[in-house]
């Protein structure tokens, strides 16, 4: 009887184990708010955090140094819901890949472009895609790169608004989102494929 107890609870556990298994995806898209809100549309996905990666100066911030970085969003997904693949393809319609200066109106380093990937298997679709994405425009130079993950740096403390900012600040961020010409200059690149 004991026994029996116990394997029942054990193949419960391993059951929820197993229901709550996510994975994570580094993506670069300009404005962190932007791309939060973009990814928090998937079904599957479950968090998307707003962050810094890609440089060498630890513990970036927002209004001091993150000379290096990337803003980026760590995207937490469940893969039986909505596979990497889906993510890459969603993410590049969010995107201007042909801007080596930033994205739309945010100009300059910290809001270049990039997919970070983890392991070979995040490798190979991102390159797969990024190519499909140089067939698509034969005539652009598609300059998002592909790059090996590094540490990713949370917006955290003081800065801890940057988080959540499109839900929280909803007119504020509508304003930027038109203003700075997002959603125009997608129609303009991915016509009916672009998302918002």
Not at 75 to 95: E, F, G, R
Not at 99 to 119: E, H, M, P, R, T
Not at 172 to 179: D, S, V
Request: aromatic fraction near 14%; include cysteine.
């Amino acid at each position: 009887m004991k026994i029996t107890r116990w394997f029942i609870l054990l193949a419960g556990t391993l059951a929820f184990a197993s229901s709550v298994q996510a994975d994570k995806a580094v993506f670069a898209g300009g404005c962190f708010w932007c791309m939060e809100a973009d990814f928090e549309k998937l079904e599957g996905v479950s968090d998307v955090v707003s962050g810094f990666t890609g440089g060498t100066i630890k513990n970036p911030t927002y209004n001091g140094n993150h000379a290096g970085h990337y803003e980026a969003v760590e995207v937490t997904y469940d893969p039986a819901k909505v596979s990497y693949q889906a993510l890459l393809d969603h993410y590049w319609v969010n995107i201007d890949p042909f801007d080596a200066q930033g994205q739309f109106c945010d100009k300059g380093s910290s809001y270049l472009s990039a997919i970070f990937v983890a392991n070979e298997t995040q490798e190979k679709l991102a390159e797969q895609s990024r190519q499909e994405v140089v067939e698509m425009f034969p005539d652009r130079k598609v300059v998002t790169p592909i790059l090996p993950a590094s540490t990713f740096y949370p917006i955290k403390g003081d800065e801890s608004y940057h988080q959540d900012y499109y839900k929280n600040n909803p007119v504020r961020y509508n304003f930027y989102r038109y203003t700075c010409g997002r959603d125009k200059r997608l129609k303009e690149i991915w016509g009916d494929r672009a998302t918002h």
